[in-house]
């Protein structure tokens, strides 16, 4: 929140902390009743997840230890307050055991050397067309909570050195190059795999989501 309040132009940062499942819920209501399809979206999820008989949901802080108590949030619900949410761009990131490939309509792309510049010669493209993504941390598995000396995730370290530097040489940066760095800096571990994609139910039409320094708009 304060590397994105004070280097990129976000208009309105709703930030939800320890959110129980009715203040999450009430979040995602908040955002798409001041959305329009001129707008660009950004919803960062760091928490836990959960499986039961395959149906993904995250573990708002009042959630039960077991299922079965109305108090996790479905990834179903979740996906009918995305699809809703009239955003020109809308970029998901989810840092959590294994819910990130379980947005309904996962489209999995493995980004390679090709897709790693900050600006490419399609960014008007990009920024024209809609856009749709979710990167998240992992697929179905467990993912590692913290990098080591420090307070923050692998995902969540990689995400904001990014910022950073892209804020430092004032170039704006793209989701895709984000993704491609995530997924580099899990090189050689096994054990976890970053996902980039488009869910087909979102309309996903080509855009990408572009993270723009402040001073590059001045």
């Given at each position: 929140k304060s590397v994105l309040d004070k280097s990129y132009k976000f208009e309105k940062i709703i930030m939800v902390k320890d959110g129980t499942k009715k203040e999450i819920f009430q979040a995602f209501r908040d955002l798409s009743k001041i959305t329009t399809t001129n707008d660009y979206v950004l919803i960062y999820y760091s928490g836990h997840g959960r499986v039961k008989a395959t149906q993904a949901y995250w573990v708002p802080i009042d959630g039960s230890l077991e299922w079965g108590n109305g108090d996790w949030i479905n990834i179903n619900e979740l996906n009918i307050f995305l699809t809703e949410i009239k955003a020109h761009h809308l970029a998901v990131m989810v840092d959590s055991c294994y819910v990130g490939g379980k947005f309904k309509g996962s489209n999995i792309l493995d980004l390679d050397n090709d897709e790693k510049t900050f600006i490419t010669d399609h960014?008007?493209?990009?920024?024209?067309?809609?856009?749709?993504?979710v990167l998240s941390s992992g697929s179905d598995g467990r993912v590692s909570d913290t990098a080591p000396n420090s307070k923050n995730s692998i995902f969540a370290s990689t995400f904001l050195n990014n910022l950073r530097i892209a804020e430092k040489v004032s170039i704006p940066l793209t989701m895709t190059t984000v993704g491609f760095n995530v997924k580099r800096s899990f090189t050689g571990n096994p054990n976890q795999k970053p996902y980039y994609y488009h869910p087909d139910t979102w309309t996903h039409l080509g855009g990408d989501f572009i993270f723009i320094p402040k001073q590059n708009l001045q």
């Open positions: 960014l008007k493209d990009d920024l024209n067309l809609r856009a749709r993504i």
